[in-house]
């Protein structure tokens, strides 16, 4: 009895064997992004270059959405919530260029919300941890004191911090993500050897 075209397995088996022959790809990939994470998070002047730079991009990306909700909300004609929908695009919008016209204050905004974020999480994660003792509960009572404490030292540097916390969780990030992407191809490249 011939195998099922469409089984998981078979599925698998052919992705993995076209992944394969693109491996280097990904590896590519990663590389560049560990060097560009790593450029980010290089200098003060670098970091500062970042902040601005994904706050500017978030900006924009205000501007756009806000213009385009405004069009769509007249294209699709008279409805209910065509109001609503007129006002939060005008909102993007108005943001969108405040943060554009001003990158620096959108900097301190930004990081101001990130230093709460951080604050509320890590305190979220403590009296979790402390209420439910769970499996392992200590991890997560570790991670809340991490996360609340670094939440209060961005917080408490504040608005100097404005200039670096962005660009070094960007370049964090970036960095993280490059070696996921290089162990993804150096896995492919095994994969497709043994099959």
Partial sequence: MPAEPYSPGAVIRHELQSLHQQWWCFLLLG???ILIGSLCIATPLTLVAASATVVLFIGFLMLAGGIMQVVSSFWAGHWTGMLLHI???ILYGVVGYMIIDK?????LVLTKFIA???IVAGVFRIVAALS???HDWGW???NGAITLILGLIINRQLPEAALWVI???VGIEMIFNGW???MLALGLRRAGRSA
């Fill in 180 to 182: 996921a992407w290089v």
């Fill in 31 to 33: 590389i560049s992004l």
């Fill in 116 to 118: 709460i974020f951080l």
């Fill in 167 to 169: 660009g070094l969780f």
């Fill in 87 to 89: 006002l939060i695009g």
């Fill in 140 to 142: 997560v009572l570790l």
């Fill in 132 to 134: 439910m003792r769970f």
């Fill in 103 to 107: 990158p620096d204050l959108g900097m």
